[in-house]
């Protein structure tokens, strides 16, 4: 989100719209994922009532760095 545009809730607004549609497809459960140290993304996560499954590290690209991920599942 925009950096004019935060706190508004727009994120989890958007999200709140997405997993319906999911659910509607018969997709549950939604698996959210997001970088552990972007804080407002995990507290968006959170609002929306995800709970942490696990952390995972990924390899981004042959011969990257590997950089740890965050997977949140949601739950309903």
Known sequence: VDES???HWYAARSCRLLLHF???????PVMI???PDNIASVKTIESLGAELDA???????PGVPRRTSRY?????
């Not at 952390?55 to 690209?61: C, H, K, L, R, W």
């Not at 949140?72 to 309903?76: K, N, S």
């Open 22 to 28: 999911a659910h509607s497809l018969g997709i549950n």
């Open 5 to 7: 545009y935060r706190g």
């Open 72 to 76: 949140l599942i949601y739950f309903q």
């Open 55 to 61: 952390t995972y590290d990924v390899e981004i690209a």
């Open 33 to 35: 994922t997001c970088a």
